[in-house]
């Protein structure tokens, strides 16, 4: 039987190997809906390749430049953020979610009304508005598949698994381009330097994230709200390998670890065929060959994200919209060189700190408005924060 998809942030990593997926089950999936941001030759080359019946692109002044590509296809162009909620509210079995960033949280949001599947690569959804996202899926009868490898590594740990006898999860993270620096070092990284993952091929925000490790503090927020642990149980280890993408650990004392290549394909590649398993492209990796599997402790002295994670996943509520907010922000001024590479985690932590001395953290967030306000004050917070470290700095 043909399954319909769309797919959101199409042209980045997980877009492509997702496509690529689909290209090679010769004809079991239809394409409905594609949508990415300023590659216009990318989106309209898939959209064309794969008969979708509607392509978008973020950027109304890409918008032009798409209606050209596609001229005299049949295939629909829109753009912007309402162009990607109307996309999102188009019926289909299965969505992929991998819009980077806070940008991601409304298709997702909006796709889950539908009663379908939401195959989640954008961590920031469950960072920002966790208990809203889940609470909607139930609401609508709706299923959440997670794509980022770790959470599905754990999901996979977890089939046929009572999840009270659950003592710990870890998640393993690879420590980026600049895992073994020095501090001093880390205090003069260059994007360039951060933009260099030994493992992974992913696009240049998330790689700067896995330098830093915001990205494993994102992820461990994440662990907490789709599974329902409790943050005393959920830690992070050094993996240099990424072989190993995350352990459970039981009331028995057995540890389950998920091992695999480092490729995306095989988180991707569950969620898309769930609940079976099918043939994948992927590499059979050769213990023998390896011969070596290393475990670290993270260093939160140079790295303190995972520490400001267990403190926003303490605190509940808002933390986590205001915590993605800055740390997107901080990222933003990193990678335009106004900030260092270590001024990212003092921004995000002040951001927090500043914050909470107007509004309450704890709250509860009930409404994707609620979201998207804290969102917007974060935002304002952290650009004024950036703007001072930066004079303080020149």
């Not at 809906?33 to 979708?52: C, K, S």
């Not at 290393?294 to 403190?311: G, H, I, Q, V, Y």
Request: glycine share 8%; aromatic share 6%; proline share 4%.
């Amino acid at each position: 039987m043909t399954r319909s998809v769309s797919i959101f942030g199409a042209t980045g990593s997980i877009g492509q190997n997702t496509l690529d997926l689909i290209r090679r089950d010769h004809g079991g999936y239809r394409v409905e809906a594609l949508t990415g941001g300023r590659n216009i030759a990318q989106l309209a080359a898939d959209a064309r390749e794969f008969g979708a019946n509607l392509a978008v692109t973020c950027f109304d002044d890409c918008l032009p430049e798409l209606r050209e590509a596609l001229a005299g296809s049949g295939i629909a162009v829109a753009s912007g953020p309402e162009a990607l909620i109307e996309a999102a509210d188009r019926p289909v079995d299965w969505t992929m979610s991998a819009i980077v960033g806070a940008a991601g949280l409304a298709p997702g949001f909006h796709a889950l009304r539908h009663g379908r599947t939401l195959a989640l690569a954008n961590k920031e959804s469950l960072v920002t508005a966790g208990p809203l996202l889940m609470s909607e899926a139930r609401a609508h009868g709706a299923r959440i598949l997670p794509v980022d490898s770790e959470h599905s590594a754990v999901f996979q740990a977890l089939v046929g698994e009572d999840i009270g006898a659950v003592e710990r999860v870890i998640v393993t993270a690879s420590g980026g381009a600049l895992r073994d620096w020095s501090k001093d070092q880390l205090a003069r990284a260059t994007v360039a330097d951060a933009s260099a993952h030994p493992n992974w091929d992913m696009g240049q925000r998330i790689t700067i994230d896995s330098a830093s490790l915001f990205n494993k503090a994102l992820e461990l927020i994440e662990t907490k709200e789709f599974f329902g642990i409790s943050p005393d149980k959920i830690s992070a280890v050094v993996h240099p390998q990424s072989i190993v993408h995350a352990l459970v650990g039981f009331s028995d004392g057995a540890l389950m670890a998920h091992l695999g290549a480092p490729d995306m394909r095989h988180a991707i590649g569950y969620a898309l065929h769930w609940p079976e398993r099918r043939n994948l492209p992927v590499d059979r990796i050769d213990l023998a060959e390896i011969a070596t599997l290393e475990f670290r402790k993270p260093d939160e002295d140079r790295f303190p994200a995972l520490r400001l994670a267990r403190e926003v996943m303490e605190i509940g509520g808002k933390a986590g919209t205001v915590f993605n907010a800055a740390k997107e922000v901080a990222l933003d001024q990193f990678i335009a060189g106004t900030i260092g590479f270590l001024d990212m985690a003092a921004v995000v932590e002040a951001t927090m700190d500043a914050i909470s001395n107007e509004i309450r953290l704890s709250n509860a967030i009930n409404s994707l408005e609620m979201v998207l306000q804290t969102d917007h004050l974060a935002r304002v917070r952290a650009k004024e924060l950036a703007s001072r470290r930066q004079e303080q700095t020149a």
